[in-house]
Nanobody, 117 residues
Framework: VQLQASGGGLVQAGGSLRLSCAASGIIFSIYNMGWYRQARGKQRELVASITSGGSTNYADRVKGRFTISRDSAKNTVYLQMNSLKPEDTAVYYC????????????WGQGTQVTVSS
């Protein structure tokens, strides 16, 4: 199983980035997917999630700025991030959770997002 995250980088405040997470080795259509982030010295936190059925959920801090989506044909989940702020700086991780199994949870390797002021 592999979750390959990409798309991070350095961007100025107010800019945009799109993160991608390509999944392999899983039946993507039955997995709930999510994006988490961990800033230096802080705990990992949920940013956004999307169920296998397409329902979405967002952290209050990113509502209206970030959009999570999934493409089952490409086994990929995306996070479109607009109006980025310096406080969005973190390592972003994708996570997959089998909707039919409590124990099948996988994490990607993380991608760094840095927002300069």
């Amino acid at each position: 199983v592999q979750l390959q995250a990409s798309g991070g980088g350095l961007v100025q405040a107010g800019g945009s980035l799109r993160l991608s997470c390509a999944a392999s080795g899983i039946i993507f259509s039955i997995y709930n997917m999510g994006w988490y982030r961990q800033a230096r010295g802080k705990q990992r936190e949920l940013v956004a999630s999307i169920t296998s059925g397409g329902s979405t959920n967002y952290a209050d801090r990113v509502k209206g700025r970030f959009t999570i989506s999934r493409d089952s044909a490409k086994n990929t989940v995306y996070l479109q991030m607009n109006s980025l702020k310096p406080e969005d700086t973190a390592v972003y991780y994708c996570r997959g959770h089998n909707s039919s199994s409590y124990y099948q949870v996988y994490w990607g390797q993380g991608t760094q997002v840095t927002v300069s002021s």
